[in-house]
């Protein structure tokens, strides 16, 4: 995987839908960076995406919780998105299945979720056997597998931001990101939000 430059949402675009974009893309570098903290083997972990500053207005006792520069940010910008980890999500064996059954509150302006996967090169999933205890067993063993944990970001109105981070450069300067990085992982996180 290139981890060279993705574009990113311009600073110098001062519409709502661009500050928007950029509050997202936030989000999900600031989600991805707090998952990587605690390490690899993690399970699925989701996130309701609310703007601040309509969080503070319902509940002004977040503002204790949240650091001054956290603060200065949502007050300059209404776009501007905190992520509230969702506890006690069940453990699933299928992503899709789990998406599938989730719905957000119109309070929730977006969704984040994030995965780790395994990854072979392109053209090696077609020599793994069709039993699927066999080809899982394959899957792990291969030696050009890639572990990858995928950090994907959705609100209500449209945008969509992805951060991919590998076993083999973990390091946060080595984070791909980009609007459709993982295309159908977008579209489940997206059909969450109703």
Avoid: K, N
Wanted: net charge negative.
């Amino acid at each position: 995987m290139s981890t060279s430059p993705t574009p990113q949402p311009t600073a110098d675009d001062p519409s709502p839908e661009a500050r928007a974009h950029r509050a997202l893309a936030d989000a999900v570098r600031e989600i991805e960076h707090h998952v990587a903290a605690a390490g690899w083997d993690a399970p699925v972990r989701l996130f309701a995406l609310v703007r601040t500053q309509d969080a503070l207005a319902a509940e002004p006792g977040l503002a204790d919780q949240l650091t001054p520069e956290v603060l200065a940010a949502a007050r300059a910008d209404d776009q501007h998105l905190t992520s509230v980890e969702q506890e006690g999500v069940p453990a699933a064996d299928d992503l899709e299945r789990l998406l599938g059954g989730l719905t957000w509150p119109s309070t929730v302006h977006g969704a984040a979720v994030t995965v780790e996967r395994v990854m072979l090169p392109p053209g090696a999933e077609e020599d793994l056997p069709t039993d699927h205890d066999a080809a899982l067993a394959a899957l792990l063993a291969h030696p050009q597998r890639q572990d990858v944990r995928l950090a994907v970001g959705v609100l209500r109105s449209g945008p969509a931001w992805c951060a991919v981070r590998t076993r083999a450069h973990d390091s946060d300067d080595a984070v791909g990101q980009g609007p459709d990085l993982v295309p159908g992982l977008v579209e489940a996180v997206r059909a969450t939000l109703g």
